[in-house]
């Protein structure tokens, strides 16, 4: 199974700050169709999963642009220019490029 | 709006069977790829496995696959997730999902005698 590394485990950031999280997976995720299947989930407290970014950097409609995605292969990166109160949680990486897609651990980020 | 709406979650003893239903709206079920992802009580994501549009092909976690079984009714637009012989480390709370892009408020399924 492709592993997934997520640092760091925990950010705590205030208001305005930027943010980044690092996602790593133990193989490539470029795919045969040249595509590449990393997304990114949120997590708010006391909810479901929400989609946030597909396929390393195409944001889907309702996310803001201070989100952003980047990254190819095995390393990626995902960047929030400044944080809000609404941004906190935890995110995860996911891949879905290989059987069996796999998660990483998350990255749980608190206001400070 | 899409709308993934779990339920068949609960209390069950280790050994016995189980099977969790996903009601989803909002968008033509019949022509969606579905699946299943299940977290931890320690936060740990897990993907179960998927069923295509017609359910004539799913795919399956390997450490899952002998003992869960995906499958759906397209006429009404309900995706199942059938346990059995479930264990302890079975207890998650259970998300169905149109992969990657919508998720359902989950239904928690506790396995302890």
């Known amino acids: 199974d492709v592993v997934m590394t997520q640092t760091p485990v925990s950010l705590s950031l205030a208001i305005g700050q930027p943010a980044s999280i690092s996602c790593k997976s133990s193989q490539s995720l470029l795919g045969t169709s040249g595509k590449t299947f990393l997304n990114w989930i949120l997590q708010r407290p006391g909810q479901s999963p929400k989609r946030l970014i597909y396929?390393?950097?195409k944001l889907y409609s309702e996310v803001p642009d201070r989100f952003s995605g980047s990254g190819s292969e095995t390393e990626f990166t995902l960047k929030i220019s400044r944080v809000e109160a609404e941004d906190l949680g935890v995110y995860y990486c996911?891949?879905?490029?290989?059987?069996?897609?796999?998660f990483g651990a998350g990255t749980k980020l608190e206001l400070k | 709006e899409v709308q993934l709406v779990e339920s068949g979650g609960g209390l069950v003893k280790p050994g016995a069977s189980l099977k969790l239903s996903c009601v989803a709206s909002?968008?033509?079920?019949?022509?969606?790829?579905m699946s299943w992802v299940r977290q931890t009580p320690g936060k740990t994501m897990e993907w179960i496995g998927d069923i295509k549009y017609d359910g004539s092909y799913t795919n399956y976690a390997p450490s899952l696959k002998n003992r869960f079984t995906i499958s759906r009714d397209n006429a009404k637009s309900t995706l199942y997730l059938q346990m059995s012989n479930v264990r302890s480390e079975d207890t998650a709370t259970y998300y169905c999902t149109r992969p990657f892009a919508y998720w359902g408020q989950g239904t928690l399924v506790t396995v302890s005698s």
């Open positions: 396929q390393v950097s």
């Open positions: 909002g968008f033509t079920f019949s022509d969606y790829w």
């Open positions: 996911w891949q879905g490029t290989h059987f069996p897609y796999t």
